[in-house]
């Protein structure tokens, strides 16, 4: 067993389940910002090409591509439910819904 495993397996026992949720769960209107933004994106074929190519980028590039768009678009002033919606696209579990809701939106 290499040092790394062993002190792995020696700190195991120690941690404990966080007792609260990682994850707050959406609020309405970010779900209805979610909803804009899938029809959105299915029906805009700049945005589709910019959304497929966050699906294609790994986690943390596309989290610095999400922080990117939402920091320009507050300096521009924009919608701040759209800044949310694109925000709530880097938690992998909203991305991965979102993929299939335009998918589904696609068809």
Same mark, same amino acid.
């Given at each position: 067993m290499r040092f790394f495993d062993l002190a792995l397996a020696k700190a195991r026992p120690r941690i404990k389940p966080c007792p609260m949720p990682l994850r707050t769960p959406l609020t309405p209107v970010q779900l209805h910002s979610l909803e804009q933004l899938c029809r959105s994106l299915a029906s805009n074929d700049n945005l589709h090409r910019w959304f497929t190519s966050l699906e294609k980028l790994p986690f943390n590039l596309r989290m610095n591509a999400i922080m990117q768009i939402t920091t320009e678009m507050r300096?521009?002033?924009?919608?701040?439910?759209?800044? *949310? *919606?694109?925000?709530?696209?880097?938690? %992998?579990?909203?991305?991965? *819904?979102?993929?299939? %809701?335009? *998918?589904?939106?696609d068809s």
């Amino acid at each position: 067993m290499r040092f790394f495993d062993l002190a792995l397996a020696k700190a195991r026992p120690r941690i404990k389940p966080c007792p609260m949720p990682l994850r707050t769960p959406l609020t309405p209107v970010q779900l209805h910002s979610l909803e804009q933004l899938c029809r959105s994106l299915a029906s805009n074929d700049n945005l589709h090409r910019w959304f497929t190519s966050l699906e294609k980028l790994p986690f943390n590039l596309r989290m610095n591509a999400i922080m990117q768009i939402t920091t320009e678009m507050r300096h521009n002033e924009e919608d701040p439910d759209l800044i *949310a *919606a694109i925000c709530c696209l880097s938690d %992998t579990d909203v991305f991965t *819904a979102a993929v299939q %809701t335009v *998918a589904e939106l696609d068809s």
